[in-house]
């Protein structure tokens, strides 16, 4: 039993074409008069690896565009309403002008108008607040901080030292992280001996 299955191998590989045979038998069915050379395929491979290359960078650039507008989508959702805000300083500044101006009279008239400003400016501040915008409200005596105080003066005052805020007069805002707009401050030089 073992001799006849040897015998039947052997027929079907003398069967079986040859490399040599099987080349030509595709040569004439397919058409094709050349086989596809080293040179050929180093080519192509090449330009795989050239269109490949092209394919990541083009994919890595798609992901930064969209790492970019979600950035962006962000800012202006945080610090889209900043001219607004900017906007409404100036009344926020006057009213509390008003409320100091109506604390110094004695009058009835002015109590109930007093009352109607410092609910007005409640509201403002709550608002402000609500929006990511709180406020810079330095003391007398603080140091001079450059990245949220204007100095918009200096001047010489015995008793401190040279960068201390000896008055306040406007109180700066924050929007989120950023600087709205700095605190309005008068700092001391340096006090004369």
Do not use: C, W
């Not at 918009?152 to 401190?160: G, I, K, R, S």
């Amino acid at each position: 039993m073992g001799k006849a299955k040897k015998e039947e191998d052997v027929t079907q590989n003398e069967t079986e074409p040859t490399f040599a045979e099987a080349e030509a038998e595709y040569r004439t069915e397919y058409g094709a008069d050349e086989v596809v050379d080293v040179d050929e395929l180093d080519a192509l491979r090449a330009e795989r690896d050239m269109l490949r290359d092209r394919f990541m960078r083009a994919l890595a650039d798609a992901e930064n565009s969209r790492k970019r507008s979600e950035r962006d989508r962000r800012e202006a959702e945080q610090y889209g309403g900043s001219k607004l805000a900017r906007d409404l300083l100036p009344v926020y500044d006057a009213m509390r002008r008003a409320l100091v101006a109506a604390e110094e009279s004695d009058s009835e008239a002015d109590k109930a108008l007093l009352e109607g400003v410092e609910l007005t400016m409640r509201e403002l501040t709550n608002v402000f607040r609500k929006h990511g915008i709180e406020p810079i409200e330095p003391e007398v005596g603080n140091t001079f901080d450059p990245q949220q105080h204007q100095a918009m003066f200096e001047a010489p005052v015995p008793n401190t030292k040279a960068g201390d805020i000896i008055q306040v007069m406007a109180v700066g805002f924050m929007i989120h992280d950023r600087l709205l707009r700095p605190a309005q401050v008068g700092v001391s030089s340096t006090p004369v001996s």
